[in-house]
């Protein structure tokens, strides 16, 4: 290794890969699942024992070269969580909880989709960069980064095949609060990532580099409206007027949102690294010019936090509320449905 580069920026995979030692497995409602207790009772995501110290030292070594990092704060969603923990409350205290059941079971299947990354094969982007990029976190998206972000959504561990990831942790959270038969199953969506009605957005790269960078950014918009969904979670499962009947079971379906919370930070962190690093090469164009980076990079961006933070935000209401006015009117026949629903309207309208 070239002494002139830290250890702390060049990882193998294994190291990448590796976790901190656990004292306690993590069980939950009867699931067995990733992750573990310290000695001191505190839960420890898996695979953070290099990934967490290598992620802050890409994103310093950036800083250091003059680049920022990029926002990838929920501030960049334009519109709020739909419902408002007001309407999830209003829906739950009439009885009308398959809205929330379905939104819990929903994110555990799109979670377990996340296995995908586990196989994926990033191109080499050395052959794209004109910079050297061992010491970065683009340089080690194929050296377990992706790798160790599919094993925490869906699994797919060999060394412990038997536990369960975000989505049994999800499926846990529906079953302390619910039970997981309480509702029939709902469809979820083909993709919830940024479709886009042209074959290229960059054109001067080729379409490899294009298909994982746009995965990159896909990826991190998902994970930050992920955040203001972790919020409303714990928001609604710990509101005392709730769940009255299964106070701590929900108190703990809480704590297990926040596990979950816990374990996203580190891939907003990497995304955020190699995303923001990108920005800063000079790519190789398919014409043998070499162009910045953010040349490239920042039109796409913009365009992908605009359709997840805002148009996507929109399209996503209307569905959500017509399903809600749908399993009112089941449940409650059509005149008590129209009052509920109105009530349901103005507390959107007052937030």
Not at 9 to 20: F, I, K, V, Y
Not at 143 to 169: F, K, Q, S, Y
Not at 193 to 202: F, G, L, Y
Not at 236 to 256: C, I, K
């Amino acid at each position: 290794m070239d002494a002139a580069i830290p250890a702390s920026l060049r990882h193998s995979r294994d190291q990448l890969m590796a976790s901190h030692p656990y004292v306690r497995p993590h069980d939950e409602a009867g699931y067995h699942l990733h992750g573990g207790f310290d000695a001191a009772g505190a839960y420890v995501s898996p695979r953070v024992l290099n990934r967490w110290p290598a992620v802050h030292a890409w994103g310093s070594a950036l800083k250091t070269r003059g680049w920022p990092l990029i926002d990838a704060t929920t501030s960049l969603l334009k519109l709020p969580n739909y419902p408002t923990v007001a309407q999830e409350r209003l829906l739950l205290q009439n009885g009308l909880g398959q809205s929330f059941w379905n939104s819990l079971t929903i994110t555990g299947i799109v979670e377990a989709r996340g296995k995908a990354l586990v196989s994926y094969v990033a191109p080499d982007m050395r052959k794209l960069i004109v910079e050297d990029i061992s010491d970065t976190a683009t340089g080690h998206l194929h050296l377990g980064l992706l790798e160790a972000h599919g094993m925490d959504e869906g699994g797919g561990d060999p060394r412990t095949p038997a536990l369960g990831a975000h989505d049994a942790m999800w499926f846990a959270c529906r079953d302390l609060v619910f039970g997981k038969d309480a509702y029939p199953m709902p469809a979820p969506p083909e993709s919830i990532s940024r479709p886009v009605d042209v074959d290229r957005e960059m054109p001067l790269i080729g379409p490899e580099y294009e298909g994982l960078i746009k995965m990159l950014m896909n990826v991190l918009m998902i994970e930050v409206r992920a955040e203001s969904f972790f919020a409303f979670c714990c928001d609604v499962l710990r509101d005392p007027g709730l769940f009255v009947d299964r106070r701590a079971a929900a108190d703990q379906a809480a704590v297990l949102v926040e596990r979950i919370r816990q374990d996203e930070q580190i891939h907003v962190g990497y995304l955020q690294a190699a995303i923001s690093e990108l920005r800063s090469f000079t790519f190789r164009t398919t014409d043998g010019r070499e162009v910045p980076g953010l040349e490239i990079i920042d039109p796409v961006w913009a365009d992908m936090v605009d359709w997840h933070g805002l148009r996507e935000r929109e399209a996503s209401r209307g569905r959500t509320r017509a399903e809600i006015e749908r399993q009112a009117i089941e449940k409650l026949g059509p005149e008590a449905a129209a009052r509920l629903i109105a009530q349901f309207d103005r507390l959107e309208a007052a937030a």
